[in-house]
């Protein structure tokens, strides 16, 4: 059974994710997303635990904006981040 909030969608995205864990500015991929997270693909190691910010580009020139999220895994090929601050506008 999964006990997950939300139903996640598979997709295909550019994102960016920064730190006070991270030096500099992080580059990935996201392979799914819900109203709760997402999973980001990325060479990039982002710690357990740490909170990151994340830019999710979309197609279209725009951005979603995710002032604050925490990272649930994490291994050398990505990680797995919970959205704890998102802005009403950006959720819509």
């Known amino acids: 059974m999964d ?10 995205l ?16 996201l392979s799914n997303l819900s109203m709760g997270g997402c999973a980001v693909a990325s060479d990039r190691y982002v710690p357990l635990r740490s909170y990151v910010e994340l830019r999710i580009h ?9 002032t604050l ?5 994490s291994n050398r090929g990505g990680f797995g981040a919970e959205f704890l601050l998102l802005e009403p506008t950006e959720k819509a």
């Open 3 to 12: 006990a997950r909030k939300f139903p996640r969608f598979p997709i295909d």
């Open 14 to 29: 550019a994102v960016t994710f920064s730190g006070e864990d991270l030096e500099g500015e992080g580059h990935g991929r």
């Open 58 to 66: 979309l197609p279209e020139g725009e951005s979603i904006h995710v």
């Open 69 to 73: 999220a925490a990272t649930r895994w």
